[in-house]
């Protein structure tokens, strides 16, 4: 069956972008430059891959306002092509419709409360008192645990797991195998052990997690429940897979936590703070808004806002730049420092 179609004119109304070239040009899908051929749209952003550009036989390209022409090539002139290709790709790819209904093999407590407009695929589990929202999915494996709240028009994934007492708001999407709600890792050390000799004392997790509307969660990101209190995931924040956030960490609005990023527990992120992948936060930090930090950087004291920071330990990323570059030249620096002492050895007559 034919997917959707629309003409370059259209897709530049949708996107707000202007057409350089033939706007009734069928368009019938996106690709990357490489791939493109006849009726397909491209993006061109990245000063990198001009020559995958020139050679790019797609009907029409996304490029920047100032892009030259195009010799037998439709252009669509954006501010912003990547926002813009993503907004077109959106017409070609649409979420996915729910189908209303609860699958016979789902296990749905009689105490709970899923939308009409909901869908329950089989092996989907919702606990005692938990409730799901209008146009919500919830794919196969799916547990949502006692008096789990989730929102209107969310996708939740394959063997997603929500805890007990947890709440997700709307329109957030939920990766695959992404546990939210786990015990943080809490434990009192115990030297006698009631006579038993030492242990490490559970600490009871009595706090819970709250991810507000517009987050995204990525596959396997684990962000555990608050020891009291809650851990919260700000609006509109997206993280990305195989992250861990630890017990009461707050991530503000509209940040972007990238993958394999450790943050320890209590820290609290502002708004609009970027964290590389690998990078790793140790707890009780404050970091204020719209603070950045690059891959695998250490942070282990509270950061301000605005800062951008790199390295481990980490500092500010001017100097972090200056302290790698001069890195590259410690072997000949340590070969000139034995040449000196050489010759200083020398000129005191030592052997």
Not at 126 to 132: H, I, Q, R, T
Not at 166 to 183: E, F, K, N, Y
Not at 269 to 287: D, E, N, R, S, T
Request: aromatic residues 4%; proline residues 6%; glycine residues 16%.
């Amino acid at each position: 069956m034919a997917g959707p179609s629309f003409t370059l004119a259209e897709i530049a109304a949708r996107v707000g972008g202007e057409v350089a070239g033939d706007g009734s040009v069928p368009i019938g899908g996106v690709a990357p430059l490489e791939e493109a051929g006849p009726g397909t749209l491209s993006f061109f952003a990245n000063k990198k891959y001009r020559a995958a550009f020139e050679r790019c036989r797609a009907s029409a390209v996304v490029v920047e306002p100032d892009e030259a022409p195009a010799p037998g090539r439709s252009l669509l002139r954006v501010a912003n092509p990547y926002l813009a290709f993503a907004k077109a790709s959106t017409l070609f790819h649409p979420a996915r419709t729910p189908v209303a209904g609860i699958d016979s093999r789902a296990s749905v407590h009689a105490s709970a409360r899923v939308d009409g407009s909901a869908e329950v695929m089989a092996l989907a589990s919702v606990g005692a008192g938990a409730s799901v929202g209008p146009r919500t999915i919830l794919f196969p494996g799916v547990v949502l645990g006692e008096g789990v709240r989730v929102g209107a028009d969310c996708i939740v994934y394959p063997n997603v797991v929500v805890r007990e007492g947890c709440t997700v708001g709307d329109r957030v999407i939920l990766q695959p195998g992404c546990v939210l709600g786990a015990d943080g890792f809490g434990f009192a050390f115990d030297p006698q052990g009631e006579g038993a000799g030492p242990r490490h004392y559970k600490v009871p997790q009595a706090g819970v997690v709250v991810v507000e509307d517009d987050v995204e969660i990525g596959a396997n990101t684990c962000i555990d429940r608050a020891t009291l209190g809650v851990t919260r995931v700000g609006r509109g924040t997206k993280v990305d897979n195989l992250v861990q956030l630890g017990h009461n960490v707050e991530v503000g609005p509209l940040s972007i936590v990238c993958g394999q990023v450790g943050i320890a527990g209590s820290t609290k992120l502002g708004m609009g703070v970027v964290l590389g992948g690998q990078a790793g936060l140790v707890g009780h930090l404050h970091i204020g808004d719209g603070a950045k930090f690059g891959a695998q950087c250490g942070v282990m004291h509270d950061v301000e806002a605005g800062a951008i920071m790199g390295g481990t330990p980490g500092r500010p990323h001017a100097e972090w730049l200056k302290i790698e570059a001069a890195l590259g030249k410690l072997p000949e620096l340590l070969k000139r420092v034995r040449q000196l002492e050489k010759e200083l050895a020398k000129l005191k007559g030592e052997p």
